[in-house]
């Protein structure tokens, strides 16, 4: 099985455990990065009373979108190389 792990339990995973792979998207930030997308991509619990965003760099990213078990979709942005674009493109299904 292949895995794409997750460093934190994002609020956009809707408590989901697994998921396909739908489609892999080049986006540049800052350009393509609203602030309605950072706060979706990056919103994860901190504290029962709040929440964190992670910190995204200017620079060269790729969009993952995915359909979990729960058929919740939902993206994940990474940073791009050509060596993770063909890694991710290979789980595509």
Known sequence: MNAIKFSSPYVKLWDQTSAELLSVRQLAIP???????????????????GF?????????????????????????????????ERYYKSRIG
């Open 31 to 49: 350009q393509d990065l609203s602030p309605s997308l950072r706060r979706y991509d990056t919103l994860y619990p901190a504290t029962a009373s």
């Open 52 to 84: 964190n965003l992670h910190e995204i760099k200017n620079g060269d990213y790729l969009q993952l979108i995915f359909v979990g078990d729960l058929h919740v979709p939902f993206c994940a942005i990474r940073r791009r190389t050509p060596g993770r």
